[in-house]
């Protein structure tokens, strides 16, 4: 719920504070962000299961960005698409990550009707 | 504690995730919306293509009622006295603004840029508007009547400056990685001695060597540039 609400004004401030970040950084803050949606899916899953560590969270949504960033910056210098790892990565943590959520979820709900009954 | 503190961090990063997406998507909104207002190449051509055809046209108009006009001057003038003095003035002041071709003795200045054998892509090596400004007022200063670059006439409306990679002169191009060919027209010694002067035209040494020579016999076109030199904003005033 309260990550909601951070989510939230986080969009509102994207959207209406007026700050400039030079469009050259533009391709490497596509792959930060898809490092930080993994840190955050992450972080799902860890609350779901109940081994949520805040350290572990935030150490890996800063680590995991910075260097998805510098490894997309260190690629386009030396001319080799090296993002295209991030985003593999990334894009495959955030799947299973998704897919551990959906179980769980699911069987939370399974053993909620059953208690029901 | 602990999930408190848990809490706010997890709300914290969502915060700052949420405004890296946001930020993100206003700008990818941006850029889509330049790219929307340029058109395509292809349809830039064919207007370009269609304006040209149609300042052709236009120009043809021009050179007949030009002609026209001085049948009627002509005419005019055999009449009086008087109306052989008017034309002489309209000459005059035709001359002045750059709508009749000229002749007379002067310089001519070459200007041809250094071109290193990889091509020259810096734009600090080129000569700019800037180099072109400076040479017509240093002729200009030394008592030159006419001048044109690479047979544009300069008018005194005239202005020179930098577009894209062109040097527009009259809102005619010239490139600055050919040889430019600067005319004028006046006192051949004291231009000669103008551009002679030791400093006067260090400034191109660095983007091009020149060469200049003294001429009897230099003929500046009239300017093919016709926007009209009517007045719009200023009015004639007297004290």
Redesign the interface.
């Known amino acids: 719920m309260i990550a909601v609400i951070g989510l939230l004004i986080g969009v509102v401030i994207g959207i209406f504070w007026n700050i400039n970040i030079p469009d050259k950084f533009s391709p490497y803050m596509s792959v930060a962000i898809l490092a930080c949606l993994d840190s955050v899916f992450g972080a799902l899953r860890a609350l779901l299961s109940k081994n949520f560590r805040a350290d572990v969270f935030i150490s890996g949504f800063f680590g995991n960005a910075v260097l998805a960033a510098g490894l997309a910056y260190l690629g386009d210098k030396l001319n080799v698409p090296v993002y295209l790892a991030a985003v593999i990565v990334f894009g495959g943590r955030i799947f299973d990550n998704f897919a551990i959520i959906r179980r769980q979820m699911l069987e939370r709900a399974k053993s909620h009707n059953e208690v029901v009954k | 504690m ?1 999930k408190y ?24 909104n941006k850029q889509s919306n330049i790219q929307n207002t340029t058109l395509s190449s292809t349809d830039l051509t064919v207007e370009i293509e269609q304006l040209r055809k149609q300042k052709d046209e236009l120009q043809k108009n021009i050179n007949d009622l030009q002609s026209k006009i001085k049948v009627y001057e002509d005419s005019a003038a055999n009449r009086t006295e008087e109306s052989q003095t008017l034309l002489k003035d309209l000459e005059n002041s035709r001359m002045l603004t750059g709508v009749t071709d000229v002749q007379g003795q002067g310089v001519i200045l070459y200007l041809s840029p250094n071109t290193t054998g990889l091509g020259n892509d810096l734009t600090s090596d080129r000569i700019t508007d800037k180099h072109l400004v400076y040479v017509v007022n240093e002729l200009l200063a030394a008592g030159a009547e006419a001048i044109s670059i690479n047979d544009i006439r300069l008018t005194p409306r005239t202005g020179i400056r930098n577009a894209g990679n062109y040097i527009l002169v009259n809102e005619e191009r010239v490139s600055p990685l050919n040889r430019i060919t600067i005319k004028a027209i006046g006192d051949k010694n004291l231009l000669i001695s103008a551009l002679a002067f030791p400093g006067v035209l260090s400034d191109f040494n660095s983007v091009a060597t020149y060469k200049y020579e003294k001429s009897d016999n230099i003929i500046i076109s009239k300017n093919k540039y016709n926007k009209s030199m009517k007045f719009d904003f200023a009015k004639s005033f007297k004290q």
């Open positions: 602990k503190s848990a809490q706010i961090s997890v709300a914290l990063v969502c915060c700052i995730l949420g405004f890296m997406i946001a930020y993100q998507f206003r700008i990818l």
